[in-house]
């Protein structure tokens, strides 16, 4: 059974950092991409980010780049977002996902594993 857990969510002020973590199992994690997307109230999901199955390459959506940062750690089993520079309009759930091959994509529909998501808000 695939597994995937989101941590490290919570409140930080504008121009804040935060670090996000997900921790996979029940999957070869080397093997396959991993990608971040987002959920604010009352709008549709969003891709953040997504980075290949062996971190060496990347994709940001031009919303975030320059001030999200996707890595992994292929010893952990773990994929993460450092999120710098924080802005309100970065609050809503983040959700992370394992994708269907080892390139970056990021479309949702090329995931076929999701967490259970962590809300991250940024206050004004």
């Known amino acids: 059974q695939v597994q995937l857990v989101e941590s490290g969510g919570g409140l930080v002020q504008t121009g804040g950092s935060l670090r996000l973590s997900c921790a996979v199992s029940g999957r070869t994690f080397s093997n396959y991409a991993m990608g971040w997307f987002r959920q604010a109230p009352g709008k549709e999901r969003e891709f953040v980010a997504t980075?290949?199955?062996?971190?060496?390459?990347?994709y940001y959506a031009d919303s975030v780049k320059g001030r999200f940062t996707i890595s992994r750690d292929n010893t952990k089993n773990t994929v993460y977002l450092q999120m710098t520079s924080l802005k309100p309009e970065d609050s809503a759930i983040y959700y992370c996902a394992c994708a269907s091959g080892l390139w970056v994509r990021y479309r949702s529909n090329e995931y076929n594993y999701w967490g259970q998501g962590t809300q991250v808000t940024v206050s004004s």
């Open positions: 980075i290949s199955n062996n971190g060496g390459y990347t």
